[in-house]
């Protein structure tokens, strides 16, 4: 195998790595004695010294918060197995609008995966333990468990690559439908410390800490996900994703946000929450 070919396959691999707390010197070593050749394990040195996904990484195993603005420095992100366009990013809410995180293909393949189990959304209940049906929220919705198919599992290991952010901390992809007519009011993704039921949630995996929608569909007329208190409002654009994160559960972060009412058309999209912990 060349050397310029198997990058991507090496990054992630030393991204597993440093994850794992390994310095880049036990990576390589580790990486000899699984039967790597000498010149792989040259360019994996040169990728731990100067990738910026590398020691990104390697600051993991805590619960900090997730800094997409310190790799935020080019127009583009490298994603494990694909370069993603910055389209915007934002300080408060932390934010950063990312092109082609999914090709049309995977958007299409999840649709049609998730489209038999789709169930009315719920969400988690207000004043008592457990979830209920919300008139805030008018969509359709499913989990996928994590890496259930190739295709979640691609789009799982992509995520990890391109937030340096251990795959075990995530949940699994919930994929929404919603129809003209159907939306989702402002809310906030953390689970409020101040709700009865929140302790309990927060015992597998703690706080959610960000969230990436990745935009499954166009949609013809509305939709667009909204984040009032900074008056921005993304359209979905099939492929393309929003990554918010939120280093504290508290309004001050920035990230109250919402789905506006889809007037015209179908939106789908997938969300993938990341937990301070491991979420199993
Ligand atoms: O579909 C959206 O745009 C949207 C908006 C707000 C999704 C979520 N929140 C979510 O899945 O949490
Ligand atoms: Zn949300």
Redesign the pocket.
């Known amino acids: 195998m060349s050397v310029d070919g198997i990058t991507a396959e090496l990054r992630h691999w030393l991204t597993q790595q440093a994850l794992a707390g390994q310095t880049d010197l036990q990576s390589i070593a580790a990486m000899l004695a699984s039967g790597w050749g000498q010149e792989d394990a040259v360019r994996a040195l040169q990728i731990f010294q100067t990738d910026e996904a590398i020691p990104e990484a390697k600051r993991q195993g805590m619960p900090e918060p997730i800094r997409p603005d310190a790799q935020l420095n080019s127009g583009t992100l490298w994603a494990g197995d694909r370069e993603v366009r910055v389209l915007l990013t934002m300080r408060t809410p932390r934010l950063v609008v990312l092109g082609g995180l999914l090709s049309d293909e995977e958007c299409d393949t999840l649709i049609a995966t998730s489209a038999l189990r789709m169930v009315r959304s719920e969400t988690i209940a207000t004043n008592r333990e457990g979830v209920e049906f919300n008139p805030a929220r008018t969509s359709d919705g499913m989990f996928y468990a994590r890496g259930e198919n190739e295709i979640v599992q691609r789009i799982e290991d992509r995520l990890e690559a391109l937030l340096a952010w251990p795959l075990e901390h995530g949940e699994g992809l ?1 994929v ?1 439908h919603y129809r003209a007519g159907a939306e ?1 009011q402002p809310h906030f ?1 953390y689970f409020n410390p101040e709700h009865p039921g929140t302790p309990e949630i927060l015992q597998r995996g703690g706080q959610r800490l960000a ?1 990436v ?1 990745m935009y499954l569909s166009n949609v013809t007329a509305g939709g667009a ?1 909204i984040f009032p208190d900074a008056g921005l409002e993304i359209m979905p654009v099939k492929g393309n994703a929003v990554f918010f994160s939120y280093d504290r559960p508290h309004p001050s972060t920035g990230t109250l ?3 506006a009412l889809v007037l015209t058309g179908h939106k789908w ?1 997938a ?1 993938k929450w990341l937990r301070e912990g491991i979420f199993d």
Do not use: E, F
Request: no cysteine.
């Open positions: 919930q929404l989702y993704d969230t929608v996900t946000h919402g789905g999209v969300t």
